[in-house]
């Protein structure tokens, strides 16, 4: 199985977002570089708009990762509750 | 950031389907093949153009709205780093370097992909692809925008950045990276979008912006961190579309097949080439270094790219042919990049130096096969000539690759004693080339690489002195009249670090800054 990646800048926006995907993803890896986190993932990455305003406690709009995101790897499937990276069809 | 999430009428899918397809039509005066005529040609068959997706979905009102915030957090942060005199908090002034080489020879690559979305962004006749190329387009301006003003503060305070504009065009390194992005402009628009869209956005930048940013951040330079980052928050959705591109082209025809894998083969050599570039600057111009060169490659290249080419295969692509080359070549380049620059820094608009025993060290343990066995002998007897006051510069103009524009630097890939020379002949010529890959991209397509503008035969056939130079002057000196001509101060913009003016008024005014005299 291959891995995907999502990269994102370490800030006060991401740190709410970093703790969701860790937390819904429990076979994602974090590795912490210079002002940066890549989390690798076997598989599949899903982003939860749910989890992230439960740790928010406010309204998320899941194209708000636009400002903060580095970079990726896998195919991207977007919707309004969920933002998902893999590399099944 | 505090931004209200919209009560939504629509959902995201359906937003982004009459933001775009909801905006097309079948033109009636004028025939489509009038309209749209360069997306034939190139023998890529297409037969429904609503089957492009693209899976970010984002439309021009979320667009304007994310972009505009990115621009504000960067703004914010150029205008604290300048207030502050943020340049003074960087490792050492080595480190400028290689924002140098970035404004120089990067920089402006942004602008031509600019163009470059913009040229296709008109003429793809399915709206899917053209929405996403216009916002690449107006990102791409962006981005050449924001590195330029992000990097003006240093242009104030250090030489060699003053004309990068009229630089692009003539300096003889330099026109290893305009080169690329010649060749994939002059290209049909689905070439394009496999030399930029996929290999260059998908396999390649990460390797720019990910490792090299995290390493300006790590030598204290906030401006440098913020341009990049948000350069790569567009480029997420730029290797989306590259993705997309692909796997549209191969679902819609098998004939699309060969076409695809020959632009794949191609561009992922061509960019393999200028990323020594960012490997030369990764292992020797981060005075703090992050990563090696090596450790990069085998994490953006071999593990990301190796999963995108592993998911590909499913369509009959295979990996490209030169990643068995550049699998041996990732332990030597970025050395022999640097010994290049380091014999050439007399014609370079930064400053080179030999790395200290510290650096020396840190390359060995990165570089355990290579690095003591090829070039630290190297490196200590520039050293020991640096210290007699014999600082070495090669004044001889080198042969260049007919392709890459490279110097014949780079070694045989299973001899690094052994300099690689290929050649071909085309029309009673010979052309010469760095490696297999050049030379096979020469072969395919000989009557566009014969057009190479290459720097070192302009300088022999004299073009690239100013128009009131008399080579035939008694004395005449050509290798000043080419610095001349590229707007280069002799002993100010180039050669060696040690000496250098940067590195005399960083000392001074860093103590300037933390003392009252």
Redesign the interface.
């Known amino acids: 199985m291959?891995?995907?990646?999502l990269?994102l800048?370490t800030n006060d926006?991401t740190r709410p977002l970093i703790e969701a995907i860790l937390a819904d993803n429990p076979q994602a890896v974090l590795r912490e570089?210079?002002?940066?986190v890549?989390i690798d993932a076997e598989g599949s990455l899903v982003v939860r708009r749910s989890s992230i305003e439960a740790i928010l406690g406010?309204?998320?709009?899941l194209?708000?990762l636009?400002?903060?995101?580095?970079?990726?790897?896998?195919?991207?499937?977007?919707?309004?509750d969920e933002f998902t990276l893999s590399?099944a069809? | 950031m505090d931004m209200k999430a919209s009560k939504k009428k629509l959902g995201l899918k359906e937003r982004y389907a009459h933001l775009t397809r909801g905006l097309d039509w079948e033109t009636s005066y004028q025939k489509m093949d009038d309209v749209f005529p360069f997306d034939k040609f190139e023998g890529i068959k297409i037969h429904d153009w609503d089957k492009w997706e693209d899976p970010f979905r984002l439309t021009m009102d979320a667009y304007w709205k994310y972009q505009a915030e990115k621009e504000r957090k960067l703004y914010a942060i150029i205008d604290a780093f300048q207030q502050n005199n943020g340049h003074l908090g960087i490792t050492d002034a080595r480190y400028v370097n290689a924002l140098k080489l970035f404004i120089t020879g990067i920089s402006p690559l942004e602008y031509m992909a600019h163009r470059g979305f913009t040229h296709v962004g008109r003429h793809f006749r399915g709206v899917g692809p053209r929405v996403a190329c216009q916002m690449q387009a107006i990102d791409e301006i962006r981005h050449s925008q924001t590195q330029i003003h992000s990097m003006s503060n240093y242009n104030r305070h250090y030489n060699g950045m003053h004309d990068f504009k009229n630089m692009i065009e003539k300096v003889w390194y330099l026109s290893v990276p305009r080169s690329f992005f010649d060749d994939a402009v002059t290209a049909g628009p689905f070439e394009f979008m496999i030399a930029i869209g996929f290999s260059f956005e998908y396999v390649l930048t990460n390797l720019l912006f990910v490792p090299f940013i995290s390493g300006a951040a790590f030598n204290g330079d906030m401006g440098a961190t913020t341009f990049g980052f948000s350069a790569q928050s567009d480029e997420a959705r730029h290797m989306t579309l590259g993705l997309e591109c692909i796997k549209f082209m191969l679902e819609q025809d098998p004939d699309n097949l060969p076409i695809v894998q020959k632009w794949i083969d191609k561009w992922t050599w061509r960019g393999v080439r200028v990323l020594s570039l960012v490997g030369m600057m990764m292992d020797y111009m981060l005075p703090k270094r992050v990563m090696s060169w090596q450790e990069a490659w085998e994490i953006y290249f071999e593990q990301n790219g190796g999963a995108l080419f592993k998911d590909l295969a499913r369509y009959g692509i295979t990996i490209p042919k030169c990643v068995e080359q550049v699998t041996k070549d990732k332990e030597h380049i970025s050395h022999q990049v640097w010994s290049t620059f380091y014999q050439y820094g007399g014609v370079a608009a930064f400053h080179t130096w030999m790395p200290s025993d510290e650096e020396m060290d840190w390359l060995s343990a990165k570089y355990p096969n290579t690095f003591d066995k090829y070039y630290r002998p190297r490196f200590t007897y520039w050293r020991e000539q640096e210290a007699q006051g014999k600082r070495f510069y090669n004044n001889s103009l080198p042969m260049l690759c007919q392709t890459c524009q490279i110097p014949l630097v780079f070694t045989e890939p299973d001899d690094p004693t052994k300099i690689a020379y290929r050649e071909s002949d085309y029309q009673g010529e010979k052309y010469h080339f760095c490696s297999d890959g050049c030379k096979e991209i020469f072969d395919n397509e000989p009557e566009k690489y014969v057009q190479a503008w290459l720097p070192v035969h302009q300088i022999y056939q004299g073009h690239c002195f100013k128009p009131d130079v008399d080579p035939t002057a008694p004395g005449f000196d050509p290798l000043a009249a080419v610095l001349d001509w590229y707007n280069l101060v002799d002993g100010q913009d180039n050669k060696d670090f040690n000496g250098s003016e940067d590195q005399r008024n960083f000392a001074a005014w860093r103590g300037m800054a933390t003392r009252n005299d």
Do not use: C
Request: charged content about 25%; hydrophobic content about 35%.
């Open positions: 291959s891995t995907v990646f990269a800048q926006d570089e210079p002002a940066m890549k406010r309204p998320f709009d194209q708000e636009q400002i903060n995101l580095i970079s990726l790897s896998g195919h991207v499937d977007e919707t309004d590399w069809h």
